[in-house]
C-alpha cells in the first residue's frame, strides 16, 4: 500500500462527532461492534430536529389537514403547508403551488409519466440514459408501450459517464420528454444536467431531473437549473420514508391532467362533471402523508444549518480515501467519472458482493449489494452485482476503515 | 451474532471455488433459468431424464459463493437419483432451510448448506438451485424466481 493510500485526509468536516450524536440511530451497536452505515443511498439516516417533529406532530397535532374548521386540523394544514414553503424556498421554487407532495421519488416519476406523457403519440421520443435507475426507466417504457412513442437510452462510458456527444446527436425535433438523473444511484457519477437540460430546450423538449441522490448532497436551484420537473425523495436526505416531492413549472402543471382522483384534488363533484382544485392539490388526491410532509420540513431545516462546501469536501474526502484503500485491495471500481458524488461502486475478483455484504454486515458495516435497481447499468459494465459503499456527511474515517477491515476479512476467508 | 465460519464452511467454499458440473449439457430434456433479484443471482439449470433417472445434470451462471455452491453441491447429489427421490431430496431441503429440524445426518454433505438458516437474507440464494431442479423435474414451466 503507497503511504498516500494509508494517509487520512484532512479536508473534512472539523465537528464530526457533534454532527453524528444527532442521529440516534448511529449511536447502535449491530453484532456488538459501532455501527458503521454506509448505506445512504439506500436510505438515510433521520437527525433528532426530524424524530422531534414527528413525535410533535403525532402527539398534538394529528388530524386531517384543509378540511375541519377544529384546531388539531388547523395546526396539522399550517404545519403541512409550511412544510411546503420551507420546501418551496430551499428549492428557490417560484411558488407553493409548484411543490407536489408524493410518495417519492417513484411516485414524482410516475405521475409525470402518466399526466404529461399521456399526450405522447406515434413517433415522438423520451430520451433517457443507460445509466438511470428503474425507476426512471420503467414509468417511460409503460407509457411509450401506451402510445406508440419511443424510448430511447443514451449510452454511457467507461468511466460512467453521460457520452455527451452522443447524447447531442440523440436529441432531435421528436424528442418531447428527456429524463436523467442528477446523480446516479450506482456509480455516484453527477451529471452536467445544467447542459443537458439546454440541449433538451433547444428542441422544445421537458426536462424531468431525477434528483433522489442529489439532494442530500447538494444544494438544488430549480430556477438556476431551469429544469421542467424535479423529483426527489425524503428518505435520502435524513427525512422519513414515504414522503417526496415533484417539483413542475406551474405552466405546466397548470396544463398536465390529474394523476389520481379522490378527495383533495377537487373542486366540484357531480355524476356529470367534475372541476377539479388548483395547484399543487390537483395531484394530491388522498389524505396526503402529512407527519411525512412535516418531517420533511424539518429535514431541510437542518439542510439549511449545513455549510455545502464543507460537506462536499468532507464526502469527497471519504470517497478518495476510501477509494485508494479498496483499489489497495484489488478491487475494481465501478464508476470512475470525474465528478462524483459520495457513491463507491465496487467488486472484488474473489468475492461476490452478496458474500461482501454479509460478511462484512457481521463486522457492523451496512452497505448495499446487489444490482441497486440499475440491470442495465450493471449490464454496461458487465457485472451481475457490486458492493455499494455510499456516503452522507455523518460518516468519518472509522466507517471506511471498519469497512476495509470486513473486505480484508472476506477476502480472507476466500483465500 | 451467528458465525460467519458456520456460513462459509470449507465444503461451500471448496464447491464454491471449483464447481462440480459446470457448464452447459448437449441434448437436456429439460433447461430452466432461475433468477434471484435480490442480489442478482441467475443460473441455468440443464437435467436430461432417463427412465425416470436423472441421467445427467448440470449448470451455469453466475452468483455469489452460497447459489453457486449449492448448485453444486445438488447437481453432484442427484446425478443418477431418481426423478422422486430428488423430490424427496428437495423437501428435506427446503425443511432443512426453513429451519425445521430436518434429519441433517440423512443430508451428508448437503449438511454443509444448514449455516443458511442463521442468515435469512441467504436462504434463498441457498434454495434457489431447488427450487430450479423441482420445476425443471415437473417439467410445468422454464423459469424460476425466488422473487
Same mark, same amino acid.
Given at each position: ?8 485526509? %484532512? ?93 417519492? $421519488? ?43 412513442? &419511443? ?5 454511457? $462510458? ?11 446527436? !440523440? ?17 455516484? $457519477? ?22 433522489? &441522490? ?38 405546466? !402543471? ?17 355524476? %356529470? ?8 392539490? *390537483? ?29 462536499? @469536501? ?5 470517497? %478518495?480515501?476510501?477509494? %485508494? *484503500?479498496?483499489?489497495?485491495?484489488? @478491487? ?7 465528478? *462524483? ?69 472476506? !477476502?480472507?476467508?476466500? @483465500? | 451474532?451467528? =458465525? #460467519?465460519?458456520?456460513? /462459509?464452511? +470449507?465444503?461451500? #467454499? ?11 449439457? =448437449? ?18 439449470? /440443464?437435467?436430461?431424464? =432417463? ?76 434454495? #434457489? ?11 410445468? +414451466? =422454464? ?5
Amino acid at each position: 500500500m503507497s503511504a498516500l493510500a494509508s494517509a487520512r485526509p %484532512e479536508r473534512l468536516v472539523k465537528d464530526i462527532a457533534s454532527l453524528r450524536a444527532r442521529f440516534p440511530a448511529l449511536a447502535q451497536e449491530v453484532h456488538g461492534k459501532r455501527l458503521a452505515y454506509l448505506d445512504n443511498a439506500a436510505s438515510s439516516q433521520c437527525p433528532d430536529v426530524v424524530l422531534d417533529a414527528m413525535l410533535e406532530q403525532q402527539r398534538r397535532n394529528h388530524a386531517n389537514v384543509h378540511r375541519g374548521v377544529h384546531a388539531l386540523s388547523e395546526r396539522a394544514t399550517e404545519a403541512y403547508e409550511g412544510a411546503r414553503e420551507k420546501i418551496r424556498a430551499y428549492l428557490n421554487a417560484s411558488g407553493v403551488d409548484e411543490i407536489v407532495f408524493t410518495r417519492g $421519488t417513484t411516485e414524482s416519476i410516475n405521475l409525470v409519466a402518466s399526466s404529461l406523457g399521456s399526450r405522447l403519440e406515434l413517433g415522438d421520443e423520451v430520451l433517457i440514459t443507460q445509466m438511470e435507475h428503474h425507476s426512471n426507466i420503467i414509468p417511460w417504457q409503460l407509457v411509450c408501450e401506451r402510445t406508440g412513442a &419511443q424510448l430511447v437510452p443514451a449510452p454511457i $462510458t467507461d468511466r460512467g459517464e453521460i457520452d455527451l456527444d452522443e447524447f447531442a446527436k !440523440l436529441v432531435n425535433e421528436r424528442t418531447r420528454i428527456v429524463a436523467v438523473a442528477h446523480v446516479s444511484n450506482a456509480l455516484g $457519477t453527477v451529471n452536467p444536467v445544467e447542459q443537458i437540460i439546454e440541449l433538451a430546450h433547444r428542441v422544445g423538449a421537458y426536462v424531468l431531473v431525477d434528483g433522489a &441522490q442529489a439532494m442530500a448532497h447538494m444544494r438544488v436551484d430549480v430556477a438556476a437549473l431551469d429544469c421542467d420537473f424535479y423529483a426527489f425523495s425524503g428518505h435520502k436526505m435524513f427525512a422519513p420514508t414515504g414522503i417526496g416531492v415533484l417539483y413542475g413549472k406551474r405552466e405546466l !402543471l397548470d396544463r398536465m391532467p390529474p394523476y389520481q382522483g379522490g378527495g383533495e384534488m377537487i373542486l366540484s363533484v357531480s355524476f %356529470e362533471k367534475t372541476v377539479y382544485n388548483a395547484l399543487p392539490y *390537483k395531484f394530491e388526491a388522498g389524505t396526503p402523508n402529512i407527519t411525512g410532509a412535516v418531517a420533511l420540513g424539518a429535514a431541510v431545516d437542518f439542510l439549511n444549518t449545513i455549510d455545502f462546501d464543507a460537506v462536499a @469536501a468532507h464526502e469527497h474526502a471519504l470517497l %478518495e480515501y476510501a477509494t %485508494e *484503500k479498496v483499489l489497495a485491495l484489488g @478491487a475494481r471500481v465501478i464508476g470512475t467519472a470525474e465528478h *462524483k458524488a459520495g457513491v463507491l461502486s465496487f467488486v472484488l475478483d474473489r468475492v461476490h458482493a452478496h458474500d461482501v455484504g454479509t460478511i462484512v454486515d457481521s463486522e457492523g458495516v451496512a452497505i448495499r449489494t446487489g444490482h441497486h435497481c440499475a440491470m442495465p447499468v450493471m449490464e454496461r459494465f458487465g457485472v451481475p452485482a457490486t458492493a455499494r459503499a455510499s456516503f452522507a456527511l455523518y460518516n468519518d474515517l472509522d466507517d471506511v476503515d471498519r469497512l476495509i477491515a470486513g473486505l480484508e476479512r472476506a !477476502l480472507e476467508i476466500f @483465500a | 451474532m451467528n =458465525d #460467519l465460519k458456520d456460513l /462459509y464452511r +470449507e465444503v461451500i #467454499l471448496d464447491h464454491n471455488r471449483a464447481p462440480r458440473n459446470f457448464g452447459e449439457l =448437449d441434448g437436456a430434456d429439460r433447461v430452466v433459468e432461475g433468477v434471484n433479484p435480490l442480489c442478482g443471482d441467475r443460473m441455468t439449470l /440443464y437435467v436430461k431424464i =432417463d427412465e425416470g433417472r436423472i441421467a445427467d445434470i448440470k449448470f451455469k451462471g453466475s452468483g455469489c459463493a452460497i447459489s453457486v455452491a449449492s448448485s453444486s453441491l445438488m447437481t453432484e447429489r442427484v446425478k443418477g437419483a431418481t426423478v422422486e427421490e430428488s423430490m424427496t431430496l428437495f423437501d428435506k431441503i427446503h425443511e432443512m432451510l426453513a429451519g425445521n429440524g430436518a434429519a441433517l445426518d440423512e443430508l451428508d454433505k448437503l449438511a454443509a448448506l444448514a449455516g443458511v438458516r442463521e442468515f435469512p437474507t441467504r436462504v434463498k440464494c441457498a434454495s #434457489l438451485a431447488w427450487h430450479a431442479l423441482k420445476t425443471a423435474l415437473s417439467g410445468a +414451466e =422454464d423459469r424460476v424466481s425466488t422473487e
